[in-house]
């Protein structure tokens, strides 16, 4: 699996900003696609996930209620849409699949969101 992620930025405090992430390669129907975050100075941190084929979703409570995480199969794509962003947001953005939450076995370039005050 190959994973290429995109759409990151530099918005404000309020703002929303949609990350996308494109699969390639074999994409089974329990195949789990997270999105992680790592903001300076902190270690990476879960975000959120979704089971491809089921589309079963898992959020970290603090994004809980303003991320939304999708997939397209038609397209191979994943989303992490973000409203009401805030600057504790602010991080290095990373796609990453793997058998199940947590075991993240193929991983994505990160994309930089900054979400200012």
């Known amino acids: 699996v190959q994973l290429q992620a995109s759409g990151g930025g530099l918005v404000q405090t309020g703002d929303s900003l949609r990350l996308s992430c494109a699969a390639s390669g074999r994409i089974y129907s329990s195949l789990s696609v997270g999105w992680l975050r790592q903001a300076p100075g902190k270690e990476r941190e879960f975000v959120a996930n979704?089971?491809?084929?089921?589309?079963?979703?898992y959020y970290t409570e603090s994004v809980k209620g303003r991320f939304t995480i999708s997939r397209d199969k038609g397209t191979k794509m994943v989303y992490l849409q973000m409203d009401s962003l805030k600057p504790e947001d602010t991080a290095v953005y990373y796609c990453?699949?793997?058998?199940?939450?947590?075991?993240?076995?193929?991983w994505g370039q990160g994309t930089q969101v900054t979400v200012s005050s």
């Open positions: 990453a699949a793997g058998v199940q939450i947590g075991e993240y076995g193929y």
């Open positions: 979704i089971r491809w084929g089921a589309g079963t979703t």
